[in-house]
């Protein structure tokens, strides 16, 4: 079986996977006659398939972007046969435009199956999903702002759907979700600073000067810590740098942290220590 130098959840580009693996620079399934393997990407960014793990397996969409696929054609039949016509499978993923996230070796952990799908056209049509585990234990945990970073791209693509395509993809789509687990940094926050400031509030919003909209199971004003120049940005964990705001606020911030907003918050008056 062909092993390439390569780490799971390592990064590199269309070029560097074409020059380890000798095989075509683009399509989702390409096999490789010199390394006796088959790289399948899935693209999150462009394809139109809806691939997904589910737990330990990921469901792989085959070949075919247009009318009913085959389980016969091209590398739909490499892929389906690879547990027995010893080529091996290498997944890689695509969350970033332009790189290539190799998850490692792949084999089937099923039978093939058939679902209905969109093609590129929009119209239904029945697709193979091959079900594969990874040959290792656990697969590689991706950064949690690198799924952030993909939702974002396809929430901006949906933005720009017309009503009626917008409506046909959210009919149309999988009702099983997909999951995975991610990796993030945990900043460590100091509880007393936290606390400080929501007192020092006095149930009121420090951005838009509203009481706080409910009362906790304590009885206690609801609001919210927020670091003005965010903690992963650099931002100190001080008093001078949280504020305590309500829900909505808070959120506004953390999408659109508008600079007249921060602007207010810093002259919030001044706290002591």
């Given amino acids: 079986m062909f092993e390439p130098e390569l780490k799971s959840g390592q990064e590199i580009s269309n070029?560097?996977?074409?020059?380890?693996?000798?095989?075509?620079?683009?399509?989702?399934?390409?096999?490789?006659?010199?390394?006796?393997s088959?790289?399948?990407?899935?693209?999150?960014?462009?394809?139109?398939?809806?691939?997904?793990?589910i737990d330990k397996i990921f469901h792989y969409t085959g070949m075919g972007q247009s009318g009913d696929q085959s389980i016969d054609f091209m590398q739909n039949k490499t892929l389906a046969e690879s547990n027995i016509n010893q080529v091996s499978v290498h997944l890689f993923e695509v969350f970033k435009d332009l790189v290539y996230s190799y998850i490692g070796v792949v084999k089937l952990s099923g039978h093939p199956y058939s679902e209905k799908q969109p093609d590129q056209n929009g119209l239904d049509r029945k697709v193979f999903v091959f079900p594969l585990k990874l040959t290792s234990d656990e697969k590689p945990l991706l950064k949690k702002?690198?799924?952030?970073?993909?939702?974002?791209?396809?929430?901006?693509?949906?933005?720009?759907?017309?009503?009626?395509?917008?409506?046909?993809?959210a009919l149309k789509s999988i009702k099983?979700?997909?999951?995975?687990?991610?990796?993030?940094?945990?900043?460590?926050?100091?509880?007393?600073?936290?606390?400080?400031?929501?007192?020092?509030?006095?149930?009121?919003?420090?951005?838009?000067?509203?009481?706080?909209?409910?009362?906790n199971q304590k009885g206690v004003p609801y609001l919210e810590t927020h670091h003005i120049i965010w903690l992963s940005k650099g931002g100190e964990d001080s008093v001078h740098n949280t504020v305590a705001l309500c829900?909505?606020?808070?959120?506004?911030?953390?999408?659109?942290?508008?600079?007249?907003?921060?602007?207010?918050?810093?002259?919030?008056?001044?706290?002591?220590?």
């Fill in 15 to 36: 070029g560097e996977l074409r020059e380890i693996f000798k095989c075509s620079p683009q399509g989702g399934m390409r096999k490789s006659n010199k390394t006796n």
């Fill in 38 to 53: 088959l790289v399948i990407v899935s693209n999150h960014i462009e394809s139109i398939y809806n691939d997904r793990w």
């Fill in 145 to 169: 702002s690198e799924i952030d970073n993909l939702q974002h791209v396809k929430e901006k693509k949906a933005i720009r759907l017309s009503d009626d395509e917008l409506e046909k993809r």
């Fill in 176 to 215: 099983k979700a997909g999951n995975r687990t991610v990796s993030t940094t945990q900043h460590d926050r100091s509880p007393w600073i936290s606390e400080y400031i929501k007192r020092k509030a006095n149930g009121v919003c420090q951005l838009c000067n509203k009481k706080a909209p409910f009362l």
């Fill in 247 to 273: 829900p909505n606020c808070h959120r506004k911030m953390h999408i659109l942290n508008n600079k007249s907003d921060r602007d207010i918050l810093t002259h919030v008056p001044a706290k002591n220590n």
